[in-house]
């Protein structure tokens, strides 16, 4: 499930790129994300729990129109952007802020979701 949640992580950045016209091939990010949570496992492995994990992505996906689910989704979108801004932002005040304790629960809403 760490999988699918990076990887609906990596869909909000791609989000953001697209609308600013920088084209990246989602496909081969997702591949890729989804491999590094298994580098040291012998390649049969990793590519299993990779492709386990873009599925379990693709399946939350298809569930996006269950109401808290969507809520789920929708929050996470909006925690990316100002995540994403925090690294370029001039204010030192947002470049304070730790939005791993934010990105963590979302992980833990997801992960209890799916018990």
Do not use: C
């Not at 590519?47 to 929708?74: P, T």
């Amino acid at each position: 499930m760490v999988v699918a949640f990076s990887l609906t992580i990596l869909a909000g950045i791609y989000g953001q790129l697209e609308a600013e016209s920088i084209k990246i091939d989602f496909n081969e990010a997702s591949a890729g994300t989804a491999n590094l949570f298994y580098l040291y496992r012998p390649d049969n492995e990793r590519a299993k729990y990779a492709l386990e994990g873009i599925k379990m992505f693709q399946a939350l996906v298809e569930e996006l129109d269950r109401e808290n689910l969507k809520e789920w989704y929708d929050n996470l979108m909006e925690l990316i952007p100002i995540y994403v801004f925090q690294w370029t932002s001039e204010n030192p005040e947002l470049k304070k802020v730790d939005h791993i304790p934010l990105f963590a629960s979302m992980l833990s809403t997801l992960l209890k979701a799916v018990q």
